[in-house]
């Protein structure tokens, strides 16, 4: 698996309750200029319009070869996934304040450009505060370990 683009602030901001693994509609050059990694979903969010999943404001460049004249590298993509897991997405995110989150951009074993998301709830600033502390407290309780494993 090669990593595209990863969405560092998803797990911070979101609290991720289920993921998926979901198929991108691009076209040939946005395949070669992801293959250069020149992608980004740090801004994207998924939408849902007619019943279908879409990404929105995923950065990709254009590819330098391409002959493309009015590309736009934040166009909406659509997203591929199966219609049941799609029902079951689109009714999470319509109550409970539950949002669809890219979470991960990649190529599979098989080079096919894949798109990871999650269903998650937005986390209050206490619930990011408390997340902080415990990922502080376990890099200390690691170096304590380590340092009381020698002595």
């Not at 079951?88 to 190529?107: Q, W």
Request: charged share 30%; glycine share 6%.
């Amino acid at each position: 698996m090669q990593k595209i683009a990863v969405n560092k602030k998803a797990n911070y901001n979101y609290q991720i309750t289920e993921k998926y693994e979901v198929g991108i509609v691009l076209t040939g050059s946005e395949v070669k200029s992801l293959r250069i990694n020149t992608g980004s979903i740090r801004e994207a969010y998924i939408t849902e319009k007619n019943r279908e999943l879409w990404l929105t404001n995923c950065h990709i460049i254009k590819y330098s070869s391409s002959s493309e004249k009015n590309y736009n590298p934040l166009k909406v993509r659509k997203i591929l996934i199966k219609k049941k897991e799609k029902n079951k997405l689109i009714s999470l995110s319509e109550r409970d304040g539950m949002t669809i989150i890219p979470l991960l951009l990649y190529f599979n074993n098989k080079g096919i450009a894949k798109l990871s998301i999650g269903i998650g709830k937005g986390k209050k600033k206490y619930d990011k505060r408390a997340s902080i502390k415990a990922k502080e407290w376990q890099i200390k309780k690691q170096r304590l370990e380590k340092n009381n494993k020698y002595n």
